[in-house]
């Protein structure tokens, strides 16, 4: 146990956080509002979990869906942004990931 931060050191961050972080919301509180509001879903090791919780902490490897002001996004995390940065930075902390049929690349 212990106290959540927002950078957490065992490698793993708030979702609300990695989702503004990683620019799909404009402000944290959108980002907040969305995964409490909406939902999320969150693979991880082939278990998923439905949560609607923003402070759930995401890992590099977990697979997000989530709904953005732009749309439903699945998303592959790749790294943890320290900061909230530029969109060229941003892109590198995830990957776009297509549908089922993708499965095979796994």
């Not at 979990?49 to 490897?61: F, L, N, S, Y």
């Not at 997000?64 to 900061?83: E, H, N, T």
Request: net charge positive.
């Amino acid at each position: 146990g212990g106290h959540m931060t927002a950078d957490d050191d065992n490698g793993r961050m708030r979702l609300d956080v990695f989702l503004w972080r990683a620019r799909f919301f404009k402000t944290r509180t959108s980002a907040t509002e969305a995964v409490e509001g909406r939902g999320a879903r969150i693979e991880r090791d082939g278990q998923v979990r439905r949560i609607d919780k923003p402070a759930t902490p995401v890992e590099p490897g977990d697979l997000l869906s989530f709904r953005a002001p732009s749309g439903a996004r699945l998303v592959r995390i790749l790294s943890l942004p320290a900061r909230r940065g530029p969109p060229s930075e941003a892109a590198l902390c995830y990957e776009a990931v297509g549908g089922a049929a993708n499965a095979s690349e796994i």
